[in-house]
């Protein structure tokens, strides 16, 4: 039963790799993430997560980024967060960028029996390195709006769905919507401190000069020490 | 054979859903029952005793009042329940079956969490005899429960201990002198 559970699990994401990585105008991501938390108390709880983006139908680093971040849950229904990021991101001449990312996340999530429903507003600032540069950029505000829907099937299965909506701010090329994703995660918990997760995401780009699709898998480790 | 097991579960399963469960909280909420009257009789030392139990309920599903009636039909027990705007008890009140005054006022406190964090019982003159304190870990699992009587003085801990995976392993009481006077280990096998 175990083994032909494990099966479908890797036919399911072997089917999305394949049918993702066929489609060569369109590109295969993955992303290989570690996530460190620390509860504080009930209420306050830090974070750290380190991420790599390999593209190219996963051939290339993409990007590479350390997050830290800290939390309140205000309630058993809220809780707020905010995060710094560095990313180090490769640009189209091939040369490495260095960003900065400070977001501050809102979350609602609402249990019903086993189903988890979660809304979280995020709002983001990004910022450009090396401000003396010629190729200075002002810094790009984001507010995302992303809703997720999980399932625990049991205490170490879970599976969940998710679609997020990107409203640039500043942008006055992009008034609108700019970017969709949808996903679906399996979670697999060890315990109450370790677990994996493996994610398949779509980035949809709209209302670009060039609308890129990525198909990111992501495999996810998290630790609570 | 097959069908003749199951209808056997099956029946079972109908006899003890009605004998033991006869209302469960959710029963009682799912079909909107605004009051129960159950009544029961016994034979004790030869003689026949009725009880008559009258629950009343909120449209939420829970119980605002209780009232149990003795063979006479008169009120032994007499019990009155509130809740906050959440579905929590906030207080639970006993009062006298004849004369309605309340006898004693059991208080309930909730952490931003909803988890009960401190009872108080208090007497009909405002005078607390008993406070329970809880405590939760980060995960919000119970740690430590301590009872104190009238003038804060320590009855006893109970304290809990929990596996990896979350489930309780130990949970330990102590008196005032910090005696054991109780302890529960479980083990699991996963």
Known sequence: MEINQRFLIFLFFSSFVWSSSSGQQKDFVTMPQLAISHDFNASVYAEFFQQAMFYENSSELWMNSSDIGAGIKLNKAFSTELHYRNITFKRQNNQFENRNLIYHTLTYQRKVGKLLLSIRNRTQQLSFAEHFNDNYRSPRWYDRVRLNLSYRYNYYWSCGANGELFFPLNNKDRTGLDQYRIGTSLTRRFNNRLSTAATYQIQQQVGRSGNNTFFVLGLQVNIQI | ?190
Do not use: H
């Not at chain 2, 026949?48 to 063979?71: H, Q």
């Not at chain 2, 607390?128 to 809880?134: H, L, S």
């Not at chain 2, 429960?145 to 804060?152: A, D, F, M, P, V």
């Open chain 2, 1 to 190: 054979m097959m069908a003749y097991r199951f209808f056997l579960v099956f029946a079972i399963g109908i006899f003890f859903n009605n004998a033991i469960c006869a209302q469960t909280e959710a029963q009682i909420k799912s079909r909107k029952i605004r009051a129960v009257v159950s009544q029961s009789t016994e034979l004790k030392d030869g003689v026949l005793s009725t009880r008559t139990e009258c629950e009343w309920y909120d449209r939420k599903g829970n119980i605002l009042e209780r009232k149990i009636f003795n063979n006479d039909s008169i009120c032994s027990s007499w019990k009155k329940f509130s809740y906050n705007r959440k579905g929590l008890i906030v207080a639970d009140l006993t009062l006298n079956p004849t004369s309605g005054d309340v006898k004693s006022t059991r208080e309930f406190f909730y952490n931003r969490f909803d988890d009960e964090i401190l009872s108080t019982l208090k007497n009909s003159t405002g005078v607390e005899e008993e406070r329970i304190v809880t405590s939760y870990d980060a995960d919000g699992k119970k740690t430590l429960i301590t009872k104190y009587e009238t003038g804060e003085k320590l009855v006893s801990r109970t304290s809990f201990i929990y596996d990896n995976k979350g489930m309780m392993i130990s949970r330990i009481t102590r008196n005032s002198k910090d005696e054991v006077i109780s302890e529960k280990s479980i083990k699991y096998t996963y």
